[in-house]
């Protein structure tokens, strides 16, 4: 199994054997959503909002 360090709070995260770009992942220590956006070394980030998410954010602000 392959590993990469959450940018959160530096733990090890397991991303299994054949990890791929754009694959989610939980930190089981700090319960940190992420996702893998590099391959060589293995990086993590916070995933990018969708679309969706933007114009619902985006509603939510025009009621306001």
């Known amino acids: 199994m392959k590993t990469a ?7 090890d995260i397991n991303v299994g054997s054949q990890p791929r770009v754009g694959k ?3 930190c089981d220590s700090c319960g940190a959503e992420l ?4 391959l060589d070394p293995i990086e993590l980030d916070y995933p990018m909002m969708d679309i969706d998410d933007l114009e619902e954010y985006s509603d939510e602000d025009d009621e306001r």
């Not at 360090?5 to 733990?11: H, I, L, M, Q, T």
């Not at 996702?35 to 590099?38: I, Q, R, T």
């Open 5 to 11: 360090v959450c940018p959160d709070c530096g733990s």
């Open 24 to 26: 989610q992942v939980v």
């Open 35 to 38: 996702e893998v956006v590099w």
